[in-house]
């Protein structure tokens, strides 16, 4: 089955702190992708990062950090140092090769960052 | 190319009009792709084109909705006899096929509120 949860439907954290999204996702492939988008209150979803499995180097951009595991599936997004310019929704999502590349999202987190 | 541009950006509708969106993809994509993403839910795939060929439609997509994409560039989406549930958020979404290095580019979406 394919199919990417996010247990996280709603995070609040004071800004400065470091907060982590969490992904699980389930797929049969051997080759799939995984990414992370963000849905600002504007409404557009904004590419963040791609992974593909045969990937698993953990990435570090900016403040934004990926911990990729396929032992447990998970795909984590860490935001070190909020800012809250980081309120979004962000949704993790799954490619699979078979599926003809068609991505499946989960059902995002919704981000607060208080000031 | 600034983009995959969606129009309108607002509809509202009442019940049992017909409604037609349009997405212009980023020009060199091959892909098009539609979602849909209700309130508090990730984005839903409906259908998808390689150029001007539909290649699949969601069970989602019930007959009152159609997609077209006649010369492989522009897509329309039309909605015939509204219903308050096909109240959402629609999605348009852009790519190279097999190119994952920025998965899909995504418009700003067309809000539709049927009542």
């Known amino acids: 089955a394919q199919k990417v949860t996010q247990a996280q439907t709603e995070i609040s954290v004071v800004e400065k702190e470091d907060v982590t999204l969490d992904c699980v996702y389930e797929?049969?492939?051997?080759?799939?992708?995984l990414f992370w988008y963000k849905q600002p209150p504007s409404g557009e979803l904004v590419f963040l990062i791609r992974?593909?499995?045969?990937?698993?180097q953990n990435e570090i951009s900016g403040r934004y950090s990926w911990n990729f595991q396929k032992s447990t599936s998970s795909f984590n997004f860490t935001i070190t140092a909020s800012q809250v310019v980081d309120s979004a929704v962000y949704f993790c999502?799954?490619?699979?090769?078979?599926?003809?590349?068609?991505?499946?999202f989960g059902k995002g987190t919704r981000l607060h960052i208080l000031p | 190319d600034t983009g995959v541009s969606q129009d309108p950006r607002h509809k509202i509708t009442k019940r049992g009009q017909n409604v037609t969106f349009r997405c212009d993809p980023i020009?060199?994509?091959?892909?098009l792709y539609w979602y849909r993403q209700t309130l508090g839910q990730g984005p839903e795939f409906l259908t998808y084109?390689?150029?001007?060929?539909?290649?699949?439609k969601s069970r989602l997509l019930s007959d009152r909705f159609s997609a077209e994409r006649p010369k492989g560039s522009f897509s329309t989406l039309e909605i015939q006899r509204t219903e308050q549930g096909d109240s959402a958020m629609y999605l348009c979404?852009?790519?190279?096929?097999?190119?994952?290095?920025?998965?899909?580019?995504f418009g700003s979406g067309t809000r539709l509120t049927v009542v």
């Open positions: 020009s060199e994509h091959n892909r």
């Open positions: 084109f390689q150029n001007e060929a539909q290649l699949e």
């Open positions: 992974r593909n499995s045969f990937d698993e």
């Open positions: 999502a799954l490619g699979e090769l078979t599926r003809d590349d068609k991505i499946i």
């Open positions: 979404a852009s790519s190279i096929y097999r190119d994952f290095n920025y998965g899909y580019t």
């Open positions: 797929t049969r492939d051997t080759t799939y992708y």
